[in-house]
């Protein structure tokens, strides 16, 4: 499909803005989140529609659970330090699951880049996986992840900024990869979890911002396809640029690498009683 270039210029920078307060009005209004994450569950029967492969099911899936049953209800119970069943959210293993369930989504795709044959990509893929901040260190000194306990009750994640900008480099050269013709409105959604925390001042609002952009795009893609009319971006396809653009992941992947183990997570952590 072609689409004229001023159609991207509209588009684009429309669904960032609203991708961006959207994050901001589920950080502020933590309940209602809980809810319409939830209540979202209900168009399960139109993905059918909309979703195709093993991989466009296990995404979706993986984002949207534990968007609607863990971080919702982890935001409340422990902003509010609900007591009863809420306190099970209130404990060590949501974090230690949220945790793993972002390594579940990178794996996810990294499988996919290495059943594409791109290998540097999904390489880098792994190296994000063993650079993401443990929500613990081994002797419990350092913490990587916590809900904060002041207003609005965010998810925190210790990320930094190199971490987050190599996530969204790498991400959007997985899409261009997968699917070329949603490479547009997926980069619209990495930059508006980069930038929002830019504008905050505040790296560690990243994985909760990427969080709700993402599963905001993949509720859209799995109920109702209105990307590929508005910003289709199958035209740029070409495997010399999926190739290079790799390549050059692996490269700035390879250094952090060795700079994350070399500072020994002291960077991504922040003192338990902080």
Avoid at 45 to 66: E, I
Avoid at 243 to 251: A, D, E
Wanted: hydrophobic share 55%; charged share 15%; net charge positive.
């Amino acid at each position: 499909m072609t689409i004229p270039a001023w159609q991207y210029l509209v588009s684009m920078p429309i669904y960032i803005i609203l991708l961006m307060l959207a994050v901001e009005f589920m950080r502020k209004h933590y309940k209602f989140a809980a809810v319409f994450w939830v209540v979202s569950l209900l168009t399960f029967p139109l993905w059918q529609y909309n979703l195709d492969g093993w991989f466009r099911w296990v995404k979706t899936l993986s984002v949207l659970l534990p968007t609607a049953f863990v971080v919702g209800f982890a935001r409340i119970a422990q902003f509010e330090k609900r007591e009863g069943w809420w306190k099970m959210f209130r404990k060590d293993w949501v974090m230690w699951f949220l945790y793993a369930i972002l390594g579940l989504n990178i794996l996810e795709a990294s499988l996919k880049d290495f059943e594409m044959g791109n290998w540097f990509n999904g390489i880098s893929g792994l190296i994000l996986i063993v650079t993401i901040p443990l929500v613990k260190s081994a002797k419990g000194k350092k913490i990587g992840w916590k809900i904060s306990e002041e207003k609005p009750g965010d998810l925190i994640a210790y990320t930094d900024a190199i971490w987050n900008f190599l996530y969204t480099t790498w991400n959007i050269a997985f899409v261009y990869a997968e699917h070329p013709g949603y490479a547009a409105s997926s980069l619209c959604i990495l930059l508006a979890a980069e930038l929002y925390p830019v504008i905050k001042k505040r790296p560690e609002l990243y994985v909760q911002a990427r969080v709700y952009t993402l599963a905001i795009h993949i509720l859209i893609r799995a109920t109702y396809d209105i990307f590929t009319p508005v910003m289709d971006s199958s035209a740029f396809a070409n495997e010399n640029v999926v190739y290079w653009w790799g390549l050059i992941n692996f490269v700035l992947h390879v250094p952090y690498l060795f700079w994350y183990f070399y500072k020994n997570r002291k960077a991504n952590s922040v003192p338990l009683n902080s």
